[in-house]
């Protein structure tokens, strides 16, 4: 009977053994076959995300870069007209006001009509015209500063004056072929003006700063009477033309020529 007892000890003590042996073996088995954990998954996918971003950056700048962004040259961006404004107006000593003062004394009660500064023409060195002009000092070389005024009479005879827009002298007048329609309608537009061309050209630079390169009086295609200023930017040589309403002051329109 105790051999029976230590027999059976015996079977269930290896019985023990190799259930233990066997739940080790599966564990381990389990273990070998658990795929990776999540956190090495987060990492590679972060790595990638970053890796991404950072060609991405890379060659969006490289893109920029190749499409140009930064600004070209002043020369290569101005067009004809902003180029023929840099060459002319730095060149002008006399400003707008001391030239329309000195065109308007060589006219008795004369009131100024228009002015525009231009380059000096061949024609405006002429001694001769129709009618025919008076040449009371030397012109100019053609191509430099002049202011070309024009004033009119009480009666709306214009007269045309050359003004030398660096020594600020008359080189030329002469009067403007009219007949008595113009004149008459001229004289009317002299008479519901209200607004000096000072005035106006302070609404217009109050407005848009720069240099005043053209003041005339005209009407637009409502028939109201104005005075079209054209203010220069020396910032990007582009011409803002304001026309403000010469019965009130009232800026009526503004434009500008990028060209």
Same mark, same amino acid.
């Given at each position: 009977m105790a051999v029976i007892c230590a027999l059976g000890s015996s079977v269930l003590l290896m019985t023990g053994c190799t259930n233990a042996d066997t739940t080790r073996s599966s564990v381990a088995e389990a273990a070998q076959t658990t795929p990776p954990t999540s956190t090495a998954s987060a990492t590679d996918t972060a790595s990638a995300?970053? *890796? $991404?971003?950072?060609?991405?950056?890379?060659? $969006?700048?490289?893109?920029?870069?190749?499409?140009?962004?930064?600004?070209? +040259?002043?020369? @290569?961006?101005?067009?004809?007209?902003?180029?023929?404004?840099?060459?002319?107006?730095?060149? $002008?000593?006399?400003?707008?006001?001391?030239?329309?003062? !000195? &065109?308007?004394? @060589?006219? /008795?009660?004369?009131?100024?009509?228009?002015? @525009?500064?231009?380059?000096?023409?061949?024609?405006? *060195?002429?001694? !001769?015209?129709? /009618?025919?002009?008076?040449?009371?000092? /030397?012109?100019?070389?053609?191509?430099?500063?002049?202011?070309?005024?024009?004033? $009119?009479?009480?009666?709306?005879?214009?007269?045309?004056?050359?003004?030398? &827009?660096? +020594?600020?002298?008359?080189?030329?007048?002469?009067?403007?072929?009219?007949?008595?329609d113009d004149k008459q309608q001229l004289a009317d537009r002299l008479k519901k003006a209200t607004q000096t061309p000072e005035q106006a050209v302070k609404v217009a630079t109050d407005k848009t700063k720069g240099t005043v390169t053209g003041v005339e009086l005209d009407e637009n295609d409502s028939r109201q009477l104005l005075w079209s200023v054209d203010v220069v930017s020396t910032d990007n040589w582009n011409k803002t033309t304001v026309d403000v309403d010469a019965t009130n002051g009232k800026i009526l329109r503004e434009d500008v020529d990028r060209d």
């Open positions: 995300t970053d *890796t $991404a971003s950072a060609t991405d950056t890379a060659s $969006a700048t490289d893109t920029a870069s190749a499409t140009g962004t930064a600004s070209p +040259s002043p020369s @290569e961006t101005l067009t004809d007209d902003q180029s023929e404004r840099k060459a002319l107006v730095p060149k $002008a000593k006399v400003t707008w006001d001391k030239a329309a003062d !000195t &065109a308007v004394k @060589e006219v /008795p009660e004369g009131k100024l009509v228009d002015l @525009e500064l231009k380059p000096t023409s061949a024609e405006a *060195t002429a001694s !001769t015209g129709s /009618p025919s002009p008076s040449m009371p000092n /030397p012109a100019p070389s053609q191509g430099a500063p002049e202011w070309e005024a024009k004033v $009119a009479a009480p009666d709306g005879t214009v007269h045309r004056i050359d003004v030398d &827009a660096v +020594s600020g002298k008359v080189f030329r007048t002469q009067v403007e072929d009219q007949d008595a």
